[in-house]
């Protein structure tokens, strides 16, 4: 392709990339083969603050200034990331073009600070603490607890010294303190009480 064919495929790729992804996207094509790779075409140039003919880096850097060399401007680098002097995080793509008398290259240039900004906001309003349920289900557990330990320590004996006497009384106290109301109650009580789930049943139906 001629120089001035394959400068005006680079424009147009340039522009429609650039329209595709909106004003955050910066697209530009570098004269290479020039001192200082001045832009020959820009597009969304707010993003770096650049315009055609600016010899500045993304950075903000004069020739000579930055840390480019020669060396270096002629590989491609895709998705890099650089931060500019006033602050911007910019997602970087350079492609380079060379040919028979021309050398260009393709750079696209996006502005993802506000997007940054935007993810730590919702990270920060999807924060929840616990499982509500598991919440709640330790809540009543907890307080299923603090009821049967208080009413087996009014008995005076521990669950293995009492007989059915004791363990009715500790029932009427529970039934009393409504600790029957506590999800899975019964099998917590029994267990507490040293009896099958069928004897806290019969108990409950004696008082």
Known sequence: MEKEEVLDFLKRLAESIA???????????????VAGHPIL?????????RNIGSTLDIYGNKPGEGFFNET?????FVNMQAVTLTGKKIKSTTIHFHGNGYSYALGINYDYTKLQQMDQFLNNFIQVNR???TEIEDTEHTG????????ISRIGKTPKQMGKKERLQVMTLLKERNAFHFQKAVPYISERLQVSRYTIYKYRNEI
């Open 19 to 33: 329209i595709m992804f909106g004003e955050n996207c910066e697209t530009l094509i570098h004269d290479m083969s």
């Open 41 to 49: 075409a820009i597009y969304n140039g707010h993003v770096s603050g």
């Open 72 to 76: 270096i401007v002629k590989r491609d």
């Open 131 to 133: 499982d509500l349920y």
């Open 144 to 151: 299923l607890e603090e009821i049967v330990d208080d009413c």
